[in-house]
C-alpha cells in the first residue's frame, strides 16, 4: 500500500468541505423553522420589563421593526445571504453583533475544551497503559471497574458532587464564575484557579472512553508477533510497551478524538452552566429563551463546524498513522 499524501489529503479536506455545505444549509435553516414555531415571545424578550405595561400598538411596531411577523424562511435567506458576506446580525438578547457575541464568548469555552480535552486524553492514555500490562490484575479491574461506573455518571451530577466537595465541603476551589467576585481585572492566575474544577469535570466526563480505548488496544498489540518478536529480542519491558505496543494500541483512540467532540460539546454547555462559566451555554440559553435568531443560527453553526472538523481530524491522523488505511476509504 502506498505512503498516504499531502494531495490525498487535501482531497479528502476537499470533499469533506463539500458535505458540510449542504449540512449547514440543513442546519441553519431547520434553527430558524423550530425557533418560530417556540412558544416563547421574541417582542416580549427583547421589551423585558417594559412590555409588561405596553400597549398593543408599542408590541406592534417593536414586532415589525424586529421583522417577528415575517416568515421564517425570509428571514433565514436574508440571514443567510449577510452572513456569507462576513455580517451575522445583531443580537436582539444582548443587543450586540453576534459576531462579538460569539468571539467574546468562543475563547472561554475553547479554553475549557481544550484544557478537559487535553487532560482526558493524557490521563486517559497513562491509565489505560497501566491497566493493560497485566489484564486481569487487580489494578486492571479497579481501572476499569471505574471507567465503567464514570461513564454512567451524568455530567451535571459529577460537576454538582465537585462543588459540594471541592468548593463547599473543603473550600479549596471556588465555586464557579472566571474570576473572584469583585474582581476588575481577568488576571490569568485566578482563571487558571477557576478554571480547575469546570475543565476537572468535564475530563472526567471524557477521560472513561479513552481509558477503555487504550486498554483495549495496548492489550491486543502485546499479543501481536511484531511484540512478542521485541520480547524475544530482549528488550525490556518498557521499552516493548511504550515504543510498541503503546504506538499500535494508539490508532484506535485517533478515531474516537472525532466522535468524541459532539459529546464534549454537550458536556461542555452543561458543566459551563453549573459552574457559571462565561462561555457560550448562557449565550444559547438566552438566545433560545428569547427568540434570537441570528444568534442561535450562528451558534448552532459554529458548534457543527467543530463537529466536522473534529471527525476530519481523526480520520486525518488515522490515515497518515495507520499504513492500513487509505484516505481514498475515508
Not at 479549596?172 to 481577568?186: C, Q, R
Amino acid at each position: 500500500m502506498t505512503a498516504p499524501s499531502a494531495r490525498d489529503a487535501a482531497r479528502l479536506a476537499g470533499r469533506r468541505l463539500l458535505y458540510a455545505v449542504p449540512l449547514l444549509l440543513t442546519v441553519t435553516f431547520a434553527v430558524f423553522a423550530l425557533a418560530a414555531a417556540s412558544p416563547f415571545d421574541p417582542v416580549r424578550a427583547y421589551a423585558g420589563t417594559a412590555g409588561l405595561s405596553a400597549d398593543q400598538e408599542t408590541l406592534d411596531r417593536l414586532a415589525e421593526n424586529l421583522g417577528a411577523g415575517r416568515p421564517f424562511a425570509a428571514r433565514w435567506w436574508e440571514w443567510l445571504t449577510a452572513a456569507l458576506s462576513g455580517d451575522l446580525g445583531d443580537s436582539t438578547v444582548f443587543r450586540q453583533p453576534v459576531a462579538q457575541v460569539v468571539a467574546e464568548r468562543m475563547v472561554w469555552s475553547a479554553l475549557l475544551c481544550a484544557t478537559a480535552f487535553a487532560a482526558a486524553v493524557l490521563l486517559g492514555t497513562a491509565l489505560g497503559v497501566l491497566a493493560a500490562r497485566r489484564p486481569g490484575s487487580l489494578t486492571d479491574r479497579a481501572v476499569t471497574s471505574a471507567a465503567y461506573v464514570l461513564s454512567a455518571a451524568p455530567v451535571f451530577w459529577i460537576a454538582l458532587l465537585a462543588v459540594w466537595l471541592f468548593a463547599l465541603r473543603l473550600g479549596v476551589l471556588p465555586a464557579g464564575g472566571l474570576t473572584d467576585t469583585g474582581s476588575e481585572t481577568v488576571d490569568p492566575a485566578d482563571v487558571a484557579r477557576h478554571l480547575v474544577l469546570p475543565a476537572g469535570v468535564l475530563a472526567v466526563s471524557q477521560l472513561p472512553w479513552f481509558v477503555l480505548y487504550v486498554r483495549q488496544g495496548v492489550t491486543d498489540a502485546l499479543a501481536e508477533d511484531p511484540v512478542r518478536g521485541a520480547r524475544a529480542r530482549g528488550l525490556t519491558e518498557r521499552t516493548v510497551l511504550l515504543g510498541h505496543a503503546l504506538r499500535s494500541g494508539l490508532l484506535p483512540v485517533l478515531t474516537l478524538i472525532g466522535t468524541r467532540v459532539p459529546e464534549l460539546i454537550t458536556g461542555a454547555l452543561l458543566v459551563e452552566t453549573v459552574f457559571s462559566w462565561p462561555g457560550i451555554a448562557a449565550a444559547t440559553v438566552s438566545a433560545a429563551t428569547s427568540v434570537d435568531f441570528q444568534l442561535l443560527a450562528a451558534l448552532t453553526a459554529s458548534a457543527t463546524v467543530a463537529v466536522l472538523l473534529g471527525n476530519l481530524l481523526a480520520d486525518l491522523l488515522t490515515g497518515l498513522t495507520d499504513p492500513r488505511v487509505s484516505f481514498r476509504d475515508l
